[in-house]
């Protein structure tokens, strides 16, 4: 162990004594400022899968482009269960500027595998739903730089528009974390120019959509 002395305070030598007390209080305020800051960073959410769409998990964006702003909350919920779908297959619901609504209500729905996430659509809604063969987007763990994914908004889906670009360091409400960039290739149909920036165990943190304000995440609860 280091041991650390302080200079002798002598009779009469006030000067010393001023810098030992400087001393003394700067490093109760770095102390006590460290504790402040420490506590005003709140511990960033986790989710317990690696793509995060467990049910129940939901996702608050914010945009501003210009004057107007745009708020969405994302969240996994259960479909209806009149729809009678197998196990697995689940329903997103989007609140805030553009309304109330459910992706189901355009004919899409996903299954959530442990490794895997499946975007399918639906030939027809009613009981019993058929889908089509394939699905539209199938994510699988771990996402790889340079790999290419299904992203066909319609009939069977075309191979090789949606592909993961290159990683970054994404910044969030928790801190820089560690992401993943997927870009839509094409250029056409109704997922052209789409950007996304995904951050593993939390979610999608970043949304370019053309057309919109750039979206990006302000808050996340996770299970």
């Given at each position: 162990m ?5 200079p002798?305070?002598l009779?009469?030598?006030k000067s010393?004594?001023i ?5 003394s209080?700067?490093?109760?305020l770095?102390?006590?400022?460290s504790?402040v800051?420490a506590?005003?960073f709140?511990s960033?959410p986790?989710?317990k899968?690696?793509?995060a769409l467990?049910?129940?998990?939901s ?17 996994v919920?259960k ?6 779908l197998r196990e697995g ?6 609140t ?6 459910t992706?189901s209500?355009?004919g899409l729905?996903?299954e959530l595998a ?6 399918w659509?639906v030939?027809?809604?009613?009981v ?5 063969s394939?699905p539209y987007?199938w994510?699988?763990?771990p996402l790889q730089?340079?790999?290419e994914y299904?992203?066909?908004i ?7 528009l949606?592909?993961?670009t290159?990683q970054v360091?994404?910044v969030?409400p ?7 960039v ?11 120019g ?9 979610g ?9 304000p750039?979206l990006?995440l302000?808050?996340a609860?996770?299970k």
């Amino acid at each position: 162990m280091i041991e650390t002395r302080l200079p002798s305070i002598l009779p009469g030598d006030k000067s010393s004594g001023i810098k030992i007390f400087i001393i003394s209080v700067t490093a109760v305020l770095v102390v006590v400022s460290s504790l402040v800051f420490a506590g005003c960073f709140k511990s960033a959410p986790q989710s317990k899968d690696y793509f995060a769409l467990a049910p129940g998990n939901s996702w608050l964006y914010e945009g501003t482009q210009d004057t107007s702003t745009m708020k969405l909350e994302i969240k996994v919920v259960k479909p209806d269960p009149a729809l009678n779908l197998r196990e697995g297959i689940y329903d997103i619901r989007i609140t805030g500027s553009l309304g109330d609504f459910t992706v189901s209500e355009q004919g899409l729905f996903l299954e959530l595998a442990p490794d895997s996430v499946k975007l399918w659509g639906v030939k027809q809604m009613n009981v019993n739903p058929q889908f089509f063969s394939t699905p539209y987007i199938w994510l699988e763990k771990p996402l790889q730089v340079g790999r290419e994914y299904n992203t066909a908004i319609q009939g069977t889906p075309t191979p090789a528009l949606m592909a993961v670009t290159g990683q970054v360091k994404e910044v969030t409400p928790w801190g820089e974390k560690d992401g993943f960039v997927l870009q839509e290739e094409s250029g056409t149909g109704l997922a052209g120019g789409v950007k996304l920036t995904f951050v593993p165990y939390l979610g999608f943190a970043r949304m370019s959509i053309p057309e919109w304000p750039e979206l990006t995440l302000k808050d996340a609860s996770l299970k």
